[in-house]
């Protein structure tokens, strides 16, 4: 039969059998996986063989306990090794118990009680050996031996450490010593480091000192490092410190500004040989660059040393002082010919000059407030001199025709009369007289408002305005019998020139109202004098050239002055 014919007869067959034999198959694999279940799981104990499982227990667990109870009864005059070792024996056996599955909840209970016990057992014993390596680390010299105490203390630590992990009582545990023996250890470990610390710093700043930049960047970099080290490793050290490592950084940041500090230096210097030498522009120039350079430290050296916003404002004062110092002594020239003007009376020249003198001076002080050769008062001058324009040649006409020579010094001439209310107005700007009238003296002026009428007078005039002294009073009233003087016992003050004028041409030195006169050496502080007498006294106690000491701040109604103006020239 050919193998073609062979193959399909075998395939036909195989179709015919192929059902029957793969169920043959499984129901073989069912049978096989039943059997196989039959055998899993208890099996049958016979009863009495549980039973003495059982027993052989509980026999077991109770020769542990009665061990354990005995080993217990032997703790009671047990101490130190022996301690530890009759508990360690006592928790083996407790542990055995509790192990074997049939120990109560007490018996968990008193694993618990045999474990604490033999960690404090323990402890104490550590304890001991704390207190031992401490008194042997306090007395060996660190100095001389201090890899003996570093040895002690780390002992010490671990020890403690121990302890304070361990089950023991709390009563045994002391975690304030073991930080107490941290930073110990850490004082000593880090002391050489600290040392060579200031070791690096002194070296840095004697380079410093010496300008000596290379020495002083090593040593720097080398205090830097181990501060970082310090810091990093021994943070609970005394001498770990982010303070000290920020001042070795800044000392480094002036190292690096140390150069541009120098130019700062010398920048001001060559301001101030070009100041003294009035070369203002060169002068200012030089502080501007210093006062710039100064800000750039600041700005990209702000940690440096040579950080400094006062140097800034200080040379800014420089450079302001520089610049104005040539615009003020224009305007002081300018001053020097107002005043030659006034006092030849040639006041329409003079008011013009006042004018731009006075505008350039208000633009030093608006543009360079800063300088330190600001002349405040020559500014108060020239302001009032301003605000009086146009009333300037008035004033000076009207003191003038009413000025006398005193007898017998013809350079020093006194107002005629009691100061005018109406030229005090015209002064001062304000009339305090309680007794008002175009025609009445002013009243009711303390001595520093005399005085600051007196100033202005003089920069009006042009020539030195005061207050006359007691001699001069006595010699411009001469001989008191023959002044007229006006009446007396009134409320107030009378017209000025209501009477004849003396033999020197005066009116009213005597009686109307007492005059501020210019106080002497020996009047006391805040005091000043009066002379002459008023309407409240008699024109008995008027005669006699009164002279009384009043407060300077006194203001009252029957007290005036008049002013004595010096002829010098």
Request: charged share 30%; with cysteine; glycine share 6%.
């Amino acid at each position: 039969m050919p193998y073609y014919r062979r193959k399909r007869r075998r395939a036909q067959i195989w179709s015919v059998l192929k059902p029957w034999v793969l169920g043959a198959l499984g129901l073989a694999a069912l049978a096989g996986l039943w059997w196989g279940l039959t055998q899993i799981g208890p099996r049958d104990v016979s009863p009495d063989e549980t039973v003495d499982e059982r027993q052989l227990a509980a026999d077991e667990t109770d020769a542990l306990r009665r061990e354990v109870e005995r080993l217990r009864g032997d703790l009671v005059t047990a101490s130190g090794t022996q301690e530890i070792n009759l508990l360690e024996e006592a928790v083996a056996k407790q542990r055995e118990i509790v192990a074997a599955g049939r120990g109560e909840q007490s018996e968990i209970r008193r694993l618990n009680e045999l474990e604490t016990q033999l960690e404090t057992a323990r402890a104490i014993q550590l304890n001991e050996q704390i207190e031992q390596l401490m008194a042997r680390a306090d007395s060996t010299d660190a100095n001389r031996d201090s890899v003996a105490v570093q040895a002690a203390w780390a002992e010490a630590l671990r020890l403690q450490r121990e302890v304070n992990r361990s089950g023991a009582a709390a009563g045994q545990k002391n975690f304030v010593r073991e930080e107490r023996f941290e930073k110990q250890l850490q004082e000593l470990q880090t002391q050489p480091l600290a040392a060579e610390i200031d070791g690096a710093m002194a070296v840095a700043r004697e380079a410093l000192e010496a300008q000596n930049w290379a020495d002083a960047l090593a040593a720097l970099t080398t205090a830097r490092e181990l501060q970082l080290r310090l810091n990093n490793e021994f943070s609970r050290s005394r001498f770990a410190s982010l303070r000290r490592l920020d001042e070795i950084e800044r000392e480094l940041e002036s190292l690096d500004a140390a150069t541009v500090a120098i130019e700062v230096d010398e920048l001001e210097s060559a301001g101030d040989a070009a100041l003294e030498a009035g070369e203002f522009e060169t002068a200012v120039l030089a502080y501007e660059e210093a006062r710039q350079t100064q800000l750039r430290i600041n700005r990209d050296f702000s940690r440096s040393r040579f950080l400094s916003s006062p140097r800034v404002e200080q040379l800014e004062v420089k450079r302001q002082t520089a610049s104005s110092a040539p615009r003020l002594a224009g305007v002081r020239e300018e001053m020097e010919t107002i005043d030659r003007l006034l006092l030849r009376r040639e006041v329409g020249l003079a008011e013009e000059k006042i004018k731009v003198a006075s505008e350039q001076l208000e633009d030093v002080f608006e543009q360079l407030p800063k300088s330190e050769v600001l002349d405040a008062d020559m500014r108060l001058k020239l302001s009032f001199l301003a605000a009086q324009t146009g009333r300037l040649r008035q004033i000076q006409d009207t003191v003038y025709d009413q000025l006398r020579p005193l007898p017998g010094v013809s350079e020093r001439r006194l107002l005629g009369s009691e100061f005018p209310q109406e030229l005090y107005l015209q002064v001062m700007r304000v009339n305090p007289s309680r007794n008002a009238g175009r025609a009445f003296p002013v009243d009711s002026v303390n001595w520093l408002e005399a005085m600051e009428c007196c100033e202005r007078l003089s920069w009006i005039l042009a020539r030195p305005v005061r207050l006359p002294t007691v001699d001069e009073f006595r010699v411009a009233v001469g001989d008191a019998s023959t002044q007229a003087i006006p009446a007396t016992g009134g409320s107030a003050s009378q017209a000025m020139a209501t009477v004849d004028a003396g033999p020197a041409g005066f009116f009213d030195l005597l009686g109307n109202l007492d005059e501020w006169l210019q106080p002497t050496a020996e009047v006391e502080a805040g005091m000043a004098i009066v002379g002459g007498g008023s309407f409240r006294d008699d024109e008995s106690v008027i005669r006699s050239v009164p002279i009384r000491l009043i407060s300077r701040a006194e203001r009252a109604r029957h007290v005036g002055f008049r002013v004595m103006v010096e002829f010098n020239d």
